[in-house]
């Protein structure tokens, strides 16, 4: 069985996470500035120390330290010593960057298609309505066998969907061609945000977050202070992460520890105007992932951020002070005591907003997965740098990174953008030749003169006769022949515009 892991301590009592039930999930919430970041950083070093490797965001740019020794805190020290640690000392622990625009880290990317429509249309902010068409042109995409790899790939699509709509209506539905705006404009809007970087090939390996080194789990750390100014992207990447691990890991049963812990920062930017639909997939997949050998972790301000179906999922509590200045926020402290297993010596509601810096009340589950009685206790510091890393110990983590040289050079495959393109340029070739054949055939047609061809045997017939200005005024009978043929001239004209238009614009001559 593998040793617990001491997270907390107080004068009386040591807290410790069991590793067989740390795949049951956690919840780490407090106000600003109350130390969620430092028990984030600790819990990611224990794990490794157990051989676990983790995934986590770092949005404010301070997690990279766990890469470097500590030592030189004086609060560490104090903390240190007010506990009473044996045996603590101070090191760094194997660390892979990433970046999804590669520029602090190793690039991450997906494929249009594996995000699928239901995340997109999160990412894009669509409706109920443009969602219906954004899944009928994947849809489309699937049944034709056009990979959709790229943002290039999706917009291409849209436009062929939009452009044959009344071709796809009888077999997939109504095409609204507002829609296809509506879903045009959202992808210019993501392009400018950074978002063409995040789709495209090599896409990441999930495999790859699940490395050790020298026994140690690999921490996997997402630069997200860039990708956090687009808040929704940044949500939908993470889900799509872990979506990913749901997906490919085989089924495990219980362990005596996990196979990787995913800590979920800023979480309340997950459920923030999601659909129905999207937060009972998450929910589902928080459910279910436990018997992957995955344990997910949410990070947020208050435990009112996640969804009560999906917060009595998360077993393991850590709960650090909340501020009480608005009856909103009185409210919400009062939720947060009643989440967690009344203690009869605390008045839980009282201390949560007591709490100092670093301190906590905890709760985790014990050998038989009850939660345990929820004490108020101090975080044991962590052993590695707290603060960011510099800009030369960044670039030498990625040079010396297990996958380093694995992602940095895009590959960009035939997909629906190149096949669309080709068909567009084929079928503009066999438009123009036919053209000039229909041209021909016209020309030939028409007479060469005023005296002959179709409006010289009209005259015949109807008893006209050729009269110039010296000649006697031309009868009615005359300019209705005359007009007859110039509209059938024009009228052939005309069709054979229509016949090059329609066959460059995709519709039918």
Known sequence: MTEPMLIAKNATTD????????????????????????????????????????????????????????????????????????????????????????????????????????????????????????????KVADDNG??????????????????????????????????????????????????????????????????TDRALGVINILSSDRLMQSPKLYATLLLWLLAELFENLPEVGDL?????????????????????????????????????????????????????????????????????????????????AETMRDNPALDEAAVITELGVGEALVSCLDEKGHPGVVERAFIVPPQGQIGPISDVQRRQLMETSLVAGVYDKTVDRESAYEILKQRAKQSAETAASQAQTDKRAGTEALPSDSSGGFAGVLEDILGGGGGGRGGRRESAVEALTKSAARAIGSQIGRTIIRGVMGSLFGGKR
């Open 15 to 138: 807290i410790f996470l069991l590793p067989q039930m740390a795949n049951r999930h956690g919840l780490i919430t407090g106000a600003t500035g109350t130390g969620k970041t430092v028990t984030l950083q600790m819990l990611a070093e224990h794990f490794s120390g157990l051989g676990v490797p983790c995934f986590m965001a770092d949005v404010k740019g301070d997690l990279a330290g766990v890469s470097q020794p500590g030592g030189g805190n004086p609060r560490v020290a104090e903390r240190m010593e007010a506990l009473g640690l044996e045996g603590f000392t101070h090191q760094g622990y194997p660390v892979t960057l990433w970046d999804p625009f590669g520029m602090s880290g190793h690039p991450v990317r997906a494929t249009i298609s594996d995000m699928g429509p239901l995340l997109l249309g999160r990412m894009l902010d669509l409706n109920e309505t443009q969602n219906g068409v954004l899944n009928l042109v994947f």
């Open 146 to 211: 056009l990979l959709l790899l790229d943002l290039k790939d999706l917009r291409a699509m849209l436009a062929f969907v939009g452009e044959n709509a009344k071709q796809f209506t009888t077999d997939y539905g109504n095409v609204s061609t507002a829609s296809i705006g509506a879903i045009q404009r959202g992808l210019l809007n993501l392009e400018a945000q950074g978002g063409e970087q995040i789709f495209g090939e090599p896409m990441l390996n999930i495999a790859d977050l699940i490395q």
């Open 256 to 336: 005596d520890k996990p196979k990787l812990v995913f800590f979920f920062d800023e979480a309340h930017l997950l459920f923030t105007g999601a659909p129905a639909a999207l937060v009972e997939k998450i929910e589902q997949v928080v459910r279910l992932i436990r018997s992957k050998g995955v344990g997910v972790y949410f990070v947020t301000q208050n435990p009112a951020d996640v969804p009560d179906k999906i917060l009595s999922q998360l077993g393991n509590r850590v709960q650090h002070a909340l501020r009480a200045f608005s009856v909103r926020d009185q409210k919400g402290v009062k939720a947060a």
